[in-house]
């Protein structure tokens, strides 16, 4: 067998592998032994290890897209190379279904190809022993690039019905909803589910954010006062409070908003800017020309 010597070398790299760097030593020596010649037997084990070998290239590659210091340019060769790699396992026989899940999430990026998520997610669906987590996790990645408002819904709801405890899902229903100024029922879905949990911060600032978009200030002022109450150490909701009393030419009370936040954080400059112009508009204007 020409390529035995190149099988061999790519066992004994897999062994004493430590990172990617000798993940790409495995895959070459494999790829070389493959392309050398082996017997059917090794053949057929040398692309079973090249397949696990390129998931798991794959996987440390998407993990590093996450890091927010790596430049756009470096970012997207990564997200190509992984690609790739996914691409290659899925045209073995048998593919792990993970794969085909890693590379729709790779496509569903902004500049990605929403269609193609949308083909390698339906072709992930239709396997039947898939673990309701799994499948859920699935309808909630296809909804996201669905172009149909109906079909999005629907893929939300499944995916709800599947895993009834994940809250993100039911939040990013709510935010569907809402980006199709659907306001009412996006405050209908947000109540209910304010109702089943101990009413956490972010449902609360999203339903603040539906009410202002609404023009219901008042409305919206209990919410950010229920916000802070819940997230005492978090000065947004006292900032928002301020814009909206400035709106309502409540000035005392926008003052007094955007004052609490100074005497917390001296150097933040957005609401001294906005305490001058209330104080202004109040008649205040020595105040003004200090702030």
Known sequence: ?????????????????????????????????????????????????????????????????????????????????????????????????????????????????????????????????????????????????????????ADFDQAIQLAPDELEYKLTRVLLLRAQKRWDEALESLEAFLAEQDEPAVAWMLKREILREQEKLQEALDVFQKVHELEPDELSPLQHRGEIYRELEQYDQAIAEFTAILEQKPDALLPRIHRAEARHRAGQSDEALAD
């Open 1 to 153: 067998q020409p390529g035995i010597a190149h099988l061999d070398e790519a066992m004994r790299l897999r062994v004493t592998a430590d990172d990617i760097r000798d993940l790409y030593g495995v895959i070459d020596e494999l790829e070389k032994a493959v392309e050398a010649g082996l017997s059917v037997d090794d053949a057929e084990f040398a692309e079973q290890m090249l397949s696990t070998a390129l998931m798991e290239r794959a996987s440390m590659l998407a993990r590093a897209l996450d890091n927010p210091r790596l430049p756009e340019v470096q970012k997207q060769r990564v997200r190509r190379s992984a690609e790739s790699d996914l691409r290659r396992v899925l045209a073995y026989d048998d593919p792990p279904a993970k794969a085909r899940l890693m590379l729709a999430e790779l496509l569903a990026q902004p500049d990605g190809d929403r269609h193609e998520a949308r083909r390698q997610l339906d072709a992930y669906l239709q396997a039947d022993d898939l673990p309701d987590d799994q499948r859920a996790e699935a309808l909630m990645m296809r909804g996201r690039v669905q172009t149909s408002f109906e079909k999005a819904l």
